[in-house]
């Protein structure tokens, strides 16, 4: 759960963003509860600050992505929710390796969205925001981290909008040589 980009994958959970109807994962508490393994689902109240949360955090690295300033009423957003999550003073081992240790027992959706909000914090103070990115298909609207030598990637995943457009390009092209 230390991944850096935990808070990529959170602000994914909406997805084919630019698509009229995008597809939403978290429709209700219960389904936020199996995303951060939490025992129990959060109140409706605390759902809706956490979807609020999970959108600033898109709206932060898209902006990011695309090269413009963010909303400072996003980084408020982050902000406010880092100084509720609970303390980052531990560590413990889990399966071979380690994951900050959070009190589950608190059980908010806040408290256990920790890790998203400290992903999110490490990325945006460190060394590899420039390589935050939002796929090239304007239907998708995934953010990924470029984690290639080149730093050229495009595409949130090669085998799904990337294959998509080289097809669309393919197609359209084929039509010009026909006409
Ligand atoms: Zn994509």
Redesign the pocket.
Known sequence: MSRPDLCLDFANTLYWRGQSAPTETLNAPADLAAWTKAPKAPSPREFEQAIALREAIYRLFDAQAQGKAAAPRDLDALNSALAQAPGRKALKRNRGGYEWDIDARSGTALALLAPVLWSAGDLLAGPKLDRVRR?A?PE?G?LFLDDSRAGKRR???MS??GNRAKARRHYHKSKEEEA
Do not use: F, K, P
């Open positions: 796929c298909n998708c995934w595409w949130c995943s799904a909008c």
